[in-house]
């Protein structure tokens, strides 16, 4: 059964563009930008925000001069202001066939994509540019950062048509990212992190040192969470269907569960220690509602 929403209106409802229209999301640390918008960037630039006083060296422009702060030291000085920017938010989207898992039809890809939709969504109407990555070992597909509307419905397109499949490729996206250079902002990973944390977590913790603020989001199934199974069962490797064991699953639900929630706990240690925001939910969970919740918690800490 294929993952991906058929179509735009499954991705983005009208109901889920009206919950998240009085919705933004603003950076929390200090971004770079291209024009002008409403975070702080680390280049000096020109917008009426000042920020401190600098010695006068010839070629500084005239028009900064301080002439009462000079006047008082008897030395000239120039006004240095913090430009505002345009944010940017790369959104890489975890689509490797464990991705597929699905409890009362509730697949945990569809839910990935529809985040993904409302996060670009939210960017774009503010007029900040939202990238994407879809990211599988197969293929991953590389959407750059733009802010018009154009931009914003090739996004959902590319939510739209491509499903998950293959193993996961995140921790080598996010080199890329981090290979490329690319100005510093928002990377908003969306995954099941169903696998080894620490190749991911070796990553994530360069885009953090790189200036990047790192959000992290986590979409649980409840079959893989709650482990409900009394007798003998078949499983199926859904990023390997070479992969299958048949297993008694009464002598493991107790080690699984602990396993299972030792990864969680791992997760929300690592990036509390990291200073990086943690969301996790469940499939059942409307997507906007996640969002909007996580966004009024991050405007009260703000």
Same mark, same amino acid.
């Given at each position: 059964?294929?993952?991906?929403?058929?179509?735009?209106?499954?991705?983005?409802?009208?109901?889920?563009?009206?919950?998240?229209?009085?919705?933004?999301?603003?950076?929390?640390?200090?971004?770079?930008?291209?024009?002008?918008?409403?975070?702080?960037?680390?280049?000096?630039?020109?917008?009426?925000?000042?920020?401190?006083?600098?010695?006068?060296?010839?070629?500084?422009?005239?028009?900064?001069?301080?002439?009462?702060?000079?006047?008082?030291?008897?030395?000239?000085?120039?006004?240095?202001?913090?430009?505002?920017?345009?944010?940017?938010?790369?959104?890489?989207?975890?689509?490797?066939?464990?991705?597929?898992?699905?409890?009362?039809?509730?697949?945990?890809?569809?839910?990935?994509?529809? =985040?993904?939709?409302? $996060?670009?969504? %939210? &960017? /774009?109407?503010?007029?900040? !540019? *939202?990238?994407?990555?879809?990211? #599988?070992?197969?293929?991953?597909?590389?959407?750059?950062?733009?802010?018009?509307?154009?931009? =914003?419905?090739?996004? $959902?397109?590319? %939510? &739209? /048509?491509?499903?998950?499949? !293959? *193993?996961?490729?995140?921790?080598? #996206?996010?080199?890329?990212?981090?290979?490329?250079?690319?100005?510093?902002?928002?990377?908003?990973?969306?995954?099941? $992190?169903?696998?080894?944390?620490?190749?991911?977590?070796?990553?994530?913790?360069?885009?953090?040192?790189?200036?990047?603020?790192?959000?992290?989001?986590?979409?649980?199934?409840?079959?893989?969470?709650?482990?409900?199974?009394?007798?003998?069962?078949?499983?199926?490797?859904?990023?390997?269907?070479?992969?299958?064991?048949?297993?008694?699953?009464?002598?493991?639900?107790?080690?699984?569960?602990?396993?299972?929630?030792?990864?969680?706990?791992e997760w929300r240690a690592w990036t509390k220690r990291q200073g990086q925001h943690f969301v996790t939910f469940r499939t059942t969970e409307p997507v906007e509602r996640v969002l909007a919740d996580y966004?009024?918690?991050?405007?009260?800490?703000?």
């Amino acid at each position: 059964m294929p993952a991906a929403p058929r179509t735009l209106d499954d991705l983005l409802p009208a109901s889920a563009r009206e919950a998240l229209q009085h919705l933004e999301i603003h950076a929390r640390r200090s971004v770079d930008g291209l024009r002008h918008g409403v975070h702080t960037s680390r280049r000096i630039g020109v917008s009426t925000d000042f920020d401190h006083h600098k010695n006068y060296v010839p070629g500084d422009p005239l028009k900064h001069m301080d002439w009462k702060a000079s006047a008082r030291h008897d030395r000239y000085y120039v006004k240095r202001y913090i430009e505002e920017t345009a944010l940017a938010v790369r959104i890489v989207v975890d689509r490797s066939g464990s991705m597929l898992q699905a409890t009362e039809g509730a697949i945990k890809y569809v839910q990935a994509c529809r =985040l993904a939709a409302s $996060l670009a969504y %939210l &960017v /774009v109407k503010e007029s900040d !540019a *939202a990238g994407l990555a879809l990211s #599988s070992a197969a293929q991953t597909i590389w959407l750059p950062a733009g802010s018009s509307n154009a931009h =914003l419905v090739r996004i $959902l397109d590319a %939510l &739209v /048509v491509n499903d998950a499949v !293959a *193993a996961d490729n995140l921790a080598t #996206s996010l080199r890329t990212i981090l290979d490329r250079a690319e100005r510093r902002g928002i990377v908003a990973v969306i995954s099941d $992190l169903m696998f080894d944390p620490q190749p991911l977590q070796r990553e994530l913790g360069r885009l953090q040192a790189q200036g990047h603020e790192v959000l992290l989001f986590q979409v649980r199934d409840p079959t893989e969470e709650d482990f409900p199974f009394n007798r003998w069962a078949q499983f199926h490797c859904l990023e390997n269907p070479a992969v299958k064991h048949r297993l008694d699953t009464v002598p493991l639900k107790r080690i699984y569960r602990e396993q299972y929630q030792a990864l969680l706990a791992e997760w929300r240690a690592w990036t509390k220690r990291q200073g990086q925001h943690f969301v996790t939910f469940r499939t059942t969970e409307p997507v906007e509602r996640v969002l909007a919740d996580y966004l009024a918690y991050r405007t009260r800490i703000a």
